[in-house]
């Protein structure tokens, strides 16, 4: 089953409207999250890293004040693009890394929400 | 140059066949290798690590050159289901995920 949830998987919205995109662990805890987006035929970019509790660490080139991020909770990450433009239409998923062995002996594995396809108009 | 290339593709391969998936990255201080797979407009899905020794599971072989910088994927006995994209991905930091690269990907189709 999927261990991170993302939320909606599909959404259309209109030219200067703000949609906010959720991302749950599930089952597990998750102190750091990340954001892509992926255009059609191209590979995933990473935007931020989202860290509970603290300001999320935006990557060079993408506008913190146009995607905000809040990680409120070990388990949930939103990601809100206020006053969406057609440019801004793509693929977003978010991501969350677990150990794969207890103890966290080895390297953890990332685990990605089923995206969220935004369309603006 | 960019950090992680792949074959363009598309490779259009039938049924049976053997494919082999090429991969290399430009920084030669990144820590750990994956091929990740993902389906037409889902999420990437882990295939397999890649270790320096290479390693398989099952019809997929993954290897590492780490002195070539290149990293290679064959399947064999292609299966219809095993159509996809594979993304080649780089990690900088073997115990953080926020130097995580993708590669652009490469598309297999296989053919009845």
């Known amino acids: 089953g999927a261990v991170v949830s993302q939320h909606p998987s599909w959404v259309i919205c209109k030219s200067g409207t703000s949609v906010k995109i959720e991302c749950r662990s599930l089952d597990f805890q998750a102190t750091t999250m990340f954001w892509y987006r992926q255009f059609p035929k191209q590979s995933l970019m990473l935007m931020a890293t989202?860290?509970?509790?603290?300001?999320?660490?935006?990557e060079q080139g993408v506008e913190k004040d146009k995607f905000l991020i809040n990680h409120a909770s070990l388990t949930l990450s939103t990601l809100t693009v206020t006053s969406a433009h057609p440019e801004d239409s793509s693929f977003y998923i978010c991501?969350?890394?677990?150990?794969?062995?207890?103890?966290?002996f080895g390297t953890g594995e990332l685990f990605f929400g089923e995206g969220s396809r935004l369309t603006v108009l | 140059r960019k950090e992680v290339e792949q074959d363009p593709g598309p490779f259009n391969v039938p049924e049976g066949a053997t494919v082999a998936f090429n991969c290399t990255y430009s920084?030669?201080?990144?820590?750990?290798f994956f091929w990740y797979r993902q389906d037409c407009r889902k999420e990437p899905k882990l295939l397999m690590s890649v270790y320096s020794s290479g390693n398989e599971d099952g019809r997929f072989t993954a290897q590492l050159n780490r002195a070539s910088q290149y990293i290679s994927l064959l399947i064999r006995d292609s299966k219809l289901s095993d159509s996809a994209t594979y993304l080649c991905?780089?990690?900088?930091?073997?115990?953080?995920?926020?130097?995580?690269?993708f590669g652009p990907g490469t598309s297999l189709s296989v053919i009845p």
């Open positions: 991501s969350a890394p677990r150990s794969r062995l207890a103890g966290g």
């Open positions: 991905v780089v990690n900088l930091v073997k115990t953080s995920y926020d130097k995580v690269i």
């Open positions: 989202s860290n509970e509790g603290s300001k999320a660490t935006y």
């Open positions: 920084n030669s201080a990144s820590q750990s």
